[in-house]
């Protein structure tokens, strides 16, 4: 009786100490994992933007690449009917195929990526699932849980449009061959023909660089998202898991016997692949590197390395970066427009302007202030619109009186001052603008529509841009700028205004 009472005694105790230990574990990870209050609306925002920026410019470029071909082959009838129409039904046929196949596209989680390995891709749907897997230690709610898989899901598709992106750039890239070489099987074509074949390639190397661009985004999360991703990283449970389900782990497996001597078994050791280096390289029995094959290895690999970025430098003068596909060909004469594959706010400087004018009979002491908005064409090329606003500060000391006297509206276009401007200190833009302002009093919206109400400018001059500190944030550079123009318009105004006109401006 003793006997099973110590057995049933030693059967409580160790039940108890299991039950609490579990209990403590699942207390521990409870209290770690805890998602900020906006972290899935901040992932679906993420997963829904990139999902609709891919499609709406999938959608624009394999329209326009139809376009292009379809203009070139019909064209190219008038020269060779059998070869034009073997092409145009079943490459218009093949584009509108990659766009359904892109619209309707779905995916899985684990699916791997062809091409570049996307990080980003990787940690936020390693982590999704993870916290989708967690259950009630994320938290008891189900709808947590069920928004979590419906971001899972949607990530899902967005992975599965990147797929389909692929196929759509490989099918581009295999049908820019096709006409090159069906192109070159001709002389003295017309002269459309090679425009119209410039422009699907233009338009082919802009879509891969939009691919590109939206692949880099995912490597650059939201600090919300960020934040709980770092979070979760400290988590044993989480590097376990990742371990096993991320799509790092598949392209890499770990073996299961990794860190234990068996693991070694059948592997030479460091002395004996130095020892084959020195007899397969051929090093030479003098010389700095005779007793070091590892060194040797290292001062070529440096030099391969420099001789990697001279090649990297020039593929980035020529809009390629190092995600973009060594088979595009490019077009004869053809510099890439980097503005062009951004979106339009990320195109749209925003900037503000300084013009301050002592006092005249007819005005007091002024500051013009305008907020400008200026949309990028290209590396060179600005134009934009602006707003102004004229505030009176009296006729002297003694007499300090804050007025509104004005307001008027501009339009500008700056261009990147050639040599010799360009070339003695850099930073100088050639600047021209028209303006309108208003110096009335205002006392009914009547006043606008009377033209004579109005002083007019037109404006030519230069600009120089530099960079400078950020006044209201602390670290962060901005650009400042400083204005020298003249008004051709000064004395045809009532009263005349001034002819030169000297702002200090800032661009953020």
Known sequence: MIKHFKLLFCFAVFTGVSSLYAQQEQSATATVIELPPGYIPAVDKKINGLDHQLTRQSEKYLKSLS?????LLKRLSAVDSSAAASLLKPGKKKYQQLNKKLTTANGKAGKILPGKYLAGMDSLATSLSFLKDAGNVVSKSKDIRQQLGKSLENLDILQGKLNEAEAIQQYVQQRQQQLKQLLGNYSNLPKDISKYFGKYQREAF????????????????????????????????FSNFWKKHSMLSRMFPTPDNYGTPQALAGLQTRANVQQLLQQQIGIPATGGTNANPAQYLQQQMQQAQGELSKLKDKMSQLGINSGGSSDMTMPENFTPNPEKTKSFLKRVQAGATIQSQRATNYFPTTTDIAVTAGYRLNKKGIIGIGLSGKMGWGNGWKHIKLTGESIGARLFAEWKAPSPFGGVGGGFWLYAGAELNHHRTIESLAEFKNYSNYSKSALAGLSKKYSMSSPLKKGKKMQGSMQVLADFMYRKNIPNTSMLVWRVGYEF
């Open 206 to 237: 802009y879509y891969s660089q939009q691919l590109n661009n939206l692949k880099e985004s995912l490597d650059q999360p939201d600090k919300l998202i960020a934040k709980t991703l770092a979070v979760l990283k400290n988590i044993p449970a």
């Open 67 to 71: 376009r292009q071909e379809e203009k």
